[in-house]
Nanobody, 112 residues
Framework: EVQLVQSGGGLVQPGGSLRLSCAAAGFTFRESATKWYRQVPGKEREWVASISPGGKQTNYANSVKGRFTLSRDNGENTVHLQMNNLRVEDTAVYYC?????WGQGTQVTVSS
C-alpha cells in the first residue's frame, strides 16, 4: 500500500519559518516526481512546488519563489518543504502528492 505521511506545520508569525515533511511508505520516493499543493477554504487547491525524481530540478509558484525550498532525503525516503519569510497569505492546508497518492494535509497558519 502506497502511503504519504506528512508532518510539520503549525502556527508562526509573519516572517517566520516552518518545515513540512512528506514521508513515503510502500514505494521508493526518489523514483517519482513530488508536488506540494495548498488549499484555503472556499478556494481551489493551488500548486506550490515540484521536485523531480532525482531531486535535481525544482519548480516553484511565483508566489513562493525565493522563500520556499524543496529537497529530498533519499535515505529517509522523505521530501521536505522549507518555508521561510512566511506571509499571512501562505496560510492554508498543505498537501504533498506523487502520482495518485496524497498526504493527509497539514495546517500552516501565519498570524501575528
Amino acid at each position: 500500500e502506497v502511503q504519504l505521511v506528512q508532518s510539520g506545520g503549525g502556527l508562526v508569525q509573519p516572517g517566520g519559518s516552518l518545515r513540512l515533511s512528506c514521508a513515503a511508505a510502500g514505494f521508493t520516493f526518489r523514483e517519482s516526481a513530488t508536488k506540494w499543493y495548498r488549499q484555503v477554504p472556499g478556494k481551489e487547491r493551488e500548486w506550490v512546488a515540484s521536485i523531480s525524481p532525482g531531486g535535481k530540478q525544482t519548480n516553484y509558484a511565483n508566489s513562493v519563489k525565493g522563500r520556499f525550498t524543496l529537497s529530498r532525503d533519499n535515505g529517509e525516503n522523505t521530501v521536505h518543504l522549507q518555508m521561510n519569510n512566511l506571509r499571512v497569505e501562505d496560510t492554508a492546508v498543505y498537501y504533498c502528492n506523487t502520482g495518485s497518492s496524497w498526504g493527509q494535509g497539514t495546517q500552516v497558519t501565519v498570524s501575528s
